[in-house]
């Protein structure tokens, strides 16, 4: 199988199953999605993804190997998500 989300940068078997369980199979919709609103939807499939996948995630849209994501950049990606989560809630 030819799974294009698999040759990104980071993502491997598992994480490319849950995209796909929540309608991303490209890049294309990878980055339509972007990456917070990729890990918020697989996180609401209700897989037990960590953070590490909302990394990840970035680290595949910008080419660089997650781990090599800037504590600030890091940093940044969880205020996006805390707000999302905030703005959900009210």
């Given at each position: 199988m030819n799974?294009?989300?698999?040759?990104?940068?980071?993502l491997g078997?598992?994480?490319?199953?849950?995209?796909?369980?929540?309608?991303?199979?490209?890049?294309?919709?990878?980055?339509?999605?972007?990456?917070?609103?990729?890990?918020?939807?697989?996180?609401?499939?209700?897989?037990?993804?960590?953070?590490?996948?909302?990394?990840?995630?970035?680290?595949?849209?910008?080419?660089?190997?997650?781990?090599?994501?800037?504590?600030a950049h890091?940093?940044?990606?969880?205020?996006?998500?805390?707000?999302?989560?905030?703005?959900?809630?009210?």
């Open positions: 799974d294009e989300l698999q040759h990104l940068k980071n078997k598992t994480s490319a199953q849950w995209l796909h369980a929540v309608g991303i199979h490209s890049a294309n919709d990878l980055r339509r999605y972007g990456a917070v609103g990729a890990y918020r939807a697989v996180r609401a499939r209700g897989f037990r993804a960590s953070k590490v996948l909302l990394y990840a995630i970035e680290g595949a849209l910008l080419d660089v190997h997650w781990s090599e994501l800037p504590a890091k940093a940044e990606l969880n205020g996006k998500l805390d707000e999302a989560q905030s703005h959900n809630k009210s």
